[in-house]
């Protein structure tokens, strides 16, 4: 071998015997250089079809797949890498029409394809030129060829494996046929024959990442199979190493080739192994039935490649010690052929770079599987935080970088591919209804690009990983009827519609719990399990869904006796931004277990995770219920008759204000048979047994009457009492149903504790009053929390820069009386800046580690509750 790669000869060919190699060239030796003599297109390239070209052709090709796997932080890498591309295709029809020259000008060139170099060389650099084809027209054409493109590059792959399998067995035949057995290693046919078989499986690893699920497993597996039988010629070729080593001595100057062909192997592996785990189909097979695979697969390889990257990098340093070595050491060159003109002899640099490309890209894939636990260690947002004392203020994060267009259409064929067509779309109409809401108090122009509808929670999973993987904002989205644009999309980004999860996926009545996914409505989970003899009940607008309901922390006109959101949820099933799926406890009504990760999910409004299953509490259904309706003069009196009734202990059900504007909403409706007084009102609801609902109503009675209250009125009627209630639960809807062409409403709410009701209401009520518009004052006042409904016309700025500073006015208020900027309808958008006045930036600095260390990208949900770094 010493003087096969070195010079380009073969001292192993077939029929030729081990000894001292003679003076003469073989056939296919190139002529001694004649610059007098004129030579014609023929002879040029039987004299200059090098190495050269299989330099240019790999290097370009390696270079593009390196730029397609590299982070996109500087927008223009794509499109260098595309040019690069489309050069290395132009070389590499160059080098067929050469190829394909040279053995029609000279057919015994041929049959020397698997044994003599140069041909055997040549062969082999033109198997894996055509890998690196394929792998660069996978990752720069997805984006624009949609998935017909998988179709095709998975028919391409099945016939390149099985034509590559031929080719590198009949070369290990052939070469182990006509070679001694100890010289195996030294046959310059065996080095692309090696590269070849790794980049097969490097070939099935790019190629099924995006192929269906069903469609993955068997290109993983041959994938995997042609890395194993790679490593075993690669162990017979560097077992020929060793022995020169042994026999010869160090340095060995002619095994550079074959330690650069080590790091390129390993390198391909590198990829091989996170490839295959990335692409694993979760949720398919095996898979479905063993959840917990795939996360197992993932840490094995991931600890595989990082022992593998410290050997292949020893390997390097080894190799490059020895090439550097050797430029110290003089050796004639072979007669009338300079260095300077020939790559193809003494250089023998062409054997390292193809090996470097595949070193570079598994240390890229190693890069970007560990990206996240390195943004975790350091700590994405604050890097100095282990130094940091009482005094120092943190330092501005940095600004989340999201997709370009390019990769967000890769990634939308990605998800059809994944998911199936018809779960995403990229209609017009549909991106508007998931990115505005006609009832939400703040709208913004940018929307979604896509809105995706899983099935599954594994369905929830492809879409986070793939998210991540691009680096798309993911926006949740269940019943749309959120107040403060909490499921608006400011960064664009793929709107997931839970509309397909809307299962109850058990009810355990002896437990009094049930299991339900996030589109599950609540009314209609009550009207399902109404036979059991319980309901759940919290209970905000009709349209709420359980998914939203947990992702504000709402709660509703039963809050004051049954709590809030937070109060009925026993776990959580949530998939995390990266694509890990917890639960965040299991099912007994208390537990001191570790955090209490449930609340913290609860109210998070999808910026921790996704939620994809939700255990809840249930209750009994009360033996009876009735409502009562109690006048008052003024709007303070209401207020303060609500704090009484709080203070005298009296358990009622629910205890809901509403002021004269607002029963004149009712009455306007006409759902109920009775009109109703016009003046600020008490609603109340009563259950439990019939004794105790007797007793409440007298005991409320009372005290209404001791705070002016001219009448009190109870209706025993069912049907009434459901009208009556549900003209209440409908108030927004029944005001935005009057709405004239061009106007709007903006409707929020606070919270203060119960001694200060009284007073805030009140002036509020005054303070809206002057802006002479159509508004309103009701809530759920029994636990301190009221709204503020105010219609303006949306085409005057004036107007609605009153009605905005009229509310946030009361929401200063609020908090000047320790109250809190919301009491049940989330953050959002719309009150960033009163949560800052409310907590402080250092509680807001805590949510935002919180939200890194669980979504480093910040693509859940980004832009809600705090701004996202860099956000204005």
């Known amino acids: 071998m010493g003087k096969d790669l070195e010079t380009g000869s073969d001292d192993t060919s077939p029929g030729r015997a081990e000894g001292p190699s003679d003076d003469k060239h073989e056939e296919d030796a ?140 009949a070369q290990f035949i052939v070469i182990g ?71 010869n001595g160090w340095p060995p100057l002619n095994a550079r080739p074959g330690l650069f062909m080590l790091v390129g192997t390993s390198g391909y592996t590198i ?35 990082v022992f593998l990257w410290i050997f292949t990098f020893w390997a390097f340093c080894v190799a490059l010690f020895i090439s550097l070595a050797d430029m110290f050491v003089r050796r004639p060159h072979p007669p009338g052929l300079p260095l300077t003109t020939n790559m193809m002899y003494n250089n023998i640099w062409w054997a390292s770079i193809f090996g470097n490309v595949g070193f570079t890209i598994g240390t890229i894939y190693l890069g970007q599987d560990f990206e996240s636990s390195l943004a975790y260690l350091l700590g994405i947002n604050d890097t100095s935080s282990f130094l940091r004392t009482s005094n120092t203020k943190t330092p501005a994060p940095i600004a989340p970088v999201y997709a370009t267009k390019t990769k967000l259409e890769s990634a939308i064929s990605e998800l059809r591919t994944l998911l199936g067509e018809d779960a995403v779309s990229t209609d017009d109409d549909v991106l508007h209804d998931h990115g505005y809401s006609e009832w939400s108090s703040i709208n913004i122009e940018t929307l979604p690009v896509a809105v995706a509808y899983p099935k599954s929670t594994a369905d929830v999973q492809e879409i986070a990983k793939c998210c991540t993987k691009h680096k798309i904002p993911v926006v949740p989205y269940s019943g749309g009827s959120s107040l403060e644009a909490n499921f608006s999309a400011p960064f664009g980004g793929v709107s997931v519609d839970f509309a397909y999860m809307d299962k109850i996926v058990a009810l355990r009545p002896d437990d009094m719990d049930v299991t339900v996914q996030p589109a599950v409505g609540w009314m209609t989970l009550n009207e399902q399990i109404k036979s059991s003899g319980l309901f759940f009940p919290v209970d905000p607008g009709p349209s709420a869904m359980i998914g939203g309901m947990v992702g504000t922390g709402c709660s509703g006109t039963n809050a004051v006796r049954y709590g809030t ?219 301190g929390n009221f709204h503020e409904s105010i219609m303006y016309d949306a085409k005057d700025p004036e107007q609605r820069k009153r009605v905005e500073e009229c509310v946030y006015r009361m929401v200063d208020r609020a908090l000047e009386m320790e109250g809190t900027c919301t009491g049940e309808h989330g953050i959002g958008i719309g009150k960033k800046g009163s949560l800052v006045k409310e907590l402080g930036v250092d509680t807001i600095d805590v949510m935002r580690k919180l939200k890194a260390s669980l979504d480093p990208l910040w693509i859940m949900n980004p832009g809600k509750i705090f701004d996202a770094p860099g956000e204005t």
């Not at 990335?278 to 039935?289: D, K, L, N, Q, V």
């Open 565 to 783: 959101m937070r109060d009925w949820v026993v776990n959580l099933t949530v998939v995390l931004a990266d694509g890990t799926v917890i639960k965040t406890r299991r099912r007994p009504r208390k537990t001191a277990a570790g955090y209490n990760l449930t609340s913290l999910f609860v109210g998070s409004e999808g910026t921790l995770g996704l939620v994809t299953e939700i255990t809840l509490k249930l209750a009994v259904i009360p033996q009876k219920t009735a409502v009562a309706l109690a006048t008052f003069p003024s709007i303070r009196d209401a207020a303060s008759t609500s704090a009484a009734i709080m203070r005298a202990g009296i358990p009622i059900a629910a205890m809901e204000i509403m002021d004269e504007v607002q029963m004149n909403v009712v009455n306007r409706a006409g759902s109920t048979k009775k009109k109703w007084a016009e003046t600020p009102t008490l609603m109340f609801k009563f259950s439990g047994t019939p004794a105790s609902v007797a007793e409440h109503v007298d005991q409320v009675k009372k005290l209404s009457k001791a705070n002016n209250s001219p009448s009190f009125e109870f209706t025993a009627d069912e049907a009434e009492q459901a009208a009556l209630w549900s003209a209440r639960k409908e108030s927004l809807w029944s005001m935005l149903a009057l709405r004239k062409a061009g106007e709007e409403v903006w409707s929020t709410d606070v919270a203060v504790p119960m001694s200060r009701l009284a007073d805030i209401v009140e002036v509020s009520k005054k303070e809206m009053d002057k802006l002479g518009l159509f508004a309103s004052i009701l809530g759920h006042i029994g636990d």
């Open 271 to 305: 990829t091989v192994l996170l490839g295959s785990a990335r692409s694993i189909p979760i949720g398919y097979g095996y898979f479905a039935t063993h959840p917990s695979a795939p996360e197992v697969l993932t840490i094995v390889a991931d600890w595989s490649s």
């Open 30 to 169: 190139r002529p001694l250089h004649q610059p007098s003599k004129r030579q014609g297109y023929i002879e040029w390239i039987q004299d200059h079809f090098n190495w050269t070209w299989f330099t240019c052709t790999q290097s370009t090709g390696g270079v593009a797949i390196v730029l397609s796997e590299c982070p996109k932080r500087f927008h223009g890498l794509d499109a260098i890498g595309t040019f690069v591309f489309i050069l290395n295709i132009v070389i590499f029809l160059s080098f067929n029409a050469l190829l394909i020259t040279r053995w029609v000008t000279k057919p015994s060139t041929i049959r020397k394809c698997f044994t003599t170099p140069p041909e055997c060389l040549l062969y082999g650099a033109w198997w894996l030129s055509l890998a690196t084809i394929m792998m660069c027209t996978q990752r720069y054409g997805g984006p624009h060829c949609g998935p017909w493109l998988d179709v095709a590059m998975r028919v391409c792959f099945w016939f390149y494996a099985a034509c590559s399998f031929l080719s590198t067995t």
């Open 177 to 247: 046929h006509y070679t001694a057995n100890f010289r195996l290693g030294s046959n310059s046919g065996v080095l692309l024959t090696v590269l070849h078989a790794m980049l097969t499986g490097t070939v099935a690893s790019v190629v099924a990442s995006t192929q269906p699920p069903h469609q993955r497993v068997p290109i993983l597996i041959a994938g995997i199979g042609f890395q194993g039988y790679g490593w075993i010629l690669s162990m017979l070729y560097m077992g020929h190493i060793m022995g020169w080593i042994l026999e």
